[in-house]
Structures are given as C-alpha cells and as structure tokens.
C-alpha cells in the first residue's frame, strides 16, 4: 500500500493559518510530539523518522499488516486509538479474539495483544499512541521498533 496523504495545518509568519506540509512520508510515523500538551508553535516537520513507543507526548503512524502476517503477543505502556481504514485484520488477546474491518476502532489500553492478518490482502490500521501507566506486568515492547510492517506469514 503506498504511504497516506498527509496535510499538516500551522501558522505562516505573519500569524495566519497555512498548510505547513502537504506530502506523503517515508516511514511510519505521520507525526508525533515530544510533549502534552503539545506545542504548536514550532514549523518544523514532525513526522517521518523512527517509531518509537512515546513515554511523554504523542505519535500518529500508520501500520500495514500483509497478508498471512502476523506480530509476537506484547503489550506497551501507552494508551492506543486505533482505526482500521483498509482491509481487516484480528485482534488476539489472552482470552479471545476478534476481527476488524475497515470503519472499525479499537482502544489497546495497554494489555497484552497481537495482530494477524488472516487474509490475502493487505491492511492498514492508523494509530495514536498516548504515555499510559502499566497495567498488568507492563509493557514487554519499549523504544524503537525496527519493522512495523509486520513479518509475513510462514511459508
């Protein structure tokens, strides 16, 4: 799947509103701040760069699952506001799991999950991740992630 338009809004110099950024990225992160509040002072571009597990601020990416992929069960010690815009993909926990569909949100709160996807098409979820306390053992993925574009499935 290529990379989401994204249109960036903030201020030009003479104070009036504009539209900073108005591209695709090469990554995943489509924007994040280092702080919450954030600051919406700074032109500078936000997005782009490494997907790492936010422990202050903000980060918005997109994640493609291919088909037949799937991730390791893990948990993270942040809140996650997830959409699926494309495809569909399950959602596994300790106890169960269901099935996402495009127009469909989640709310990870934290807990230990996983993802596949059972089909032969690709899916795309977007996600805001949000600083959370750990609930349960914590979170057993911290820092940078290297491949957010799930591994695919065995042969």
């Known amino acids: 799947m290529k990379p989401?338009?994204?249109?960036?809004?903030?201020?030009?110099?003479?104070?009036?509103?504009?539209?900073?950024?108005d591209d695709t990225v090469a990554g995943p992160v489509i924007w994040s701040t280092d702080?919450?509040?954030?600051?919406?002072?700074?032109?500078?571009?936000?997005?782009?760069?490494?997907?790492?597990?936010?422990?202050?601020?903000?980060?918005?990416?997109?994640?493609?699952?291919?088909?037949?992929?799937?991730t390791v069960m893990h948990a993270?010690?942040?809140?996650?506001?997830?959409?699926?815009?494309?495809?569909?993909?399950t959602f596994i926990t300790e106890t169960g799991e269901t099935v996402a569909r495009a127009g469909d949100v989640i709310v990870d709160r934290?807990?230990?999950?996983a993802w596949r996807n059972h089909t032969d098409a690709p899916c795309r979820i977007i996600?805001?991740?949000?600083?959370?306390?750990?609930?349960?053992?914590?979170a057993t993925m911290v820092g940078a992630v290297s491949d957010v574009n799930r591994r695919p499935a065995p042969p």
Request: aromatic fraction near 8%; charge should be negative.
């Open 127 to 138: 996600n805001v991740l949000c600083p959370a306390h750990p609930v349960g053992a914590g």
């Open 35 to 70: 702080q919450s509040p954030a600051d919406n002072v700074s032109t500078a571009d936000a997005g782009g760069g490494v997907f790492a597990f936010p422990t202050q601020g903000t980060l918005f990416l997109y994640v493609d699952f291919a088909p037949g992929g799937d």
């Open 4 to 21: 989401p338009r994204r249109v960036i809004i903030g201020l030009d110099p003479d104070g009036r509103s504009c539209i900073l950024f």
């Open 110 to 113: 934290g807990n230990v999950h």
């Open 76 to 89: 993270t010690d942040t809140i996650d506001y997830i959409v699926v815009v494309a495809g569909e993909v």
